[in-house]
T-cell receptor, first 113, second 113 residues
Framework: GDSVTQMEGPVTLSEEAFLTINCTYTATGYPSLFWYVQYPGEGLQLLLKATKADDKGSNKGFEATYRKETTSFHLEKGSVQVSDSAVYFCALLFNFGNEKLTFGTGTRLTIIP | DGGITQSPKYLFRKEGQNVTLSCEQNLNHDAMYWYRQDPGQGLRLIYYSQIVNDFQKGDIAEGYSVSREKKESFPLTVTSAQKNPTAFYLC????????????FGQGTRLTVV
């Protein structure tokens, strides 16, 4: 079945470091891909998305490119801040038919000053 | 304001009792979802509904039940058959348009005492 595999955490970085969180997926067809962020005790917020191959989603300095050939959607940021500390989830959803929204296990990111 | 509301934020249940978690949205979304979140396991799909009066089991439906009598509402009942119900429960909703993202409530933390 459909699945999302995320980089194991937790990840700890110093402020202003470069961030990569890997995400790969297994699916039949061509899903939409999402990155969500969760702050402590809260629900999930959409960070960025891409709906077709080669699309790049971006928001708040974060970027991810939909790579069909490698079935990946890695999250990157050039210079992280303490306020980026949170749990990040990669997710996929098919564009037609079944509306099942599948998440990865999440990656906890901690940024130290 | 448009959004998705979960209540209560904290819930305590005695062993052997059923309990119902509320989820309401005023976004006019067709699809609604329930997820369970445990530490280190990410989000696991319990049930989802693509339209009123219809719903599908997710990956961990045993011990849970849902109804979708109104478009705005998708309550989740945690039954006494659920062996380990203590968790953080998240509800989400999504519009019909291709590539649209899901919106999440703030979650309900259920504790069995």
């Amino acid at each position: 079945g459909d699945s999302v595999t995320q980089m194991e955490g937790p990840v700890t970085l110093s402020e202003e470091a470069f961030l990569t969180i890997n995400c790969t997926y297994t699916a039949t067809g061509y899903p939409s891909l999402f990155w969500y962020v969760q702050y402590p005790g809260e629900g999930l917020q959409l960070l960025l998305k891409a709906t077709k191959a080669d699309d790049k989603g971006s928001n708040k300095g974060f970027e991810a490119t939909y790579r069909k050939e490698t079935t990946s959607f890695h999250l990157e940021k050039g210079s992280v801040q303490v306020s980026d500390s949170a749990v990040y989830f990669c997710a996929l959803l098919f564009n037609f038919g079944n509306e099942k929204l599948t998440f990865g296990t999440g990656t906890r990111l901690t940024i130290i000053p | 304001d448009g959004g998705i509301t979960q209540s209560p934020k904290y819930l305590f249940r005695k062993e052997g009792q059923n309990v119902t978690l509320s989820c309401e949205q005023n976004l006019n979304h067709d699809a609604m979802y329930w997820y369970r979140q445990d530490p280190g396991q990410g989000l696991r799909l319990i049930y989802y509904s693509q339209i009123v009066n219809d719903f599908q089991k997710g990956d961990i439906a045993e011990g849970y039940s849902v109804s979708r009598e109104k478009k705005e509402s998708f309550p989740l009942t945690v039954t006494s058959a659920q062996k380990n119900p203590t968790a953080f429960y998240l509800c989400a909703s999504k519009g019909r348009a291709v590539g649209t993202e899901a919106f999440f409530g703030q979650g309900t933390r259920l504790t069995v005492v």
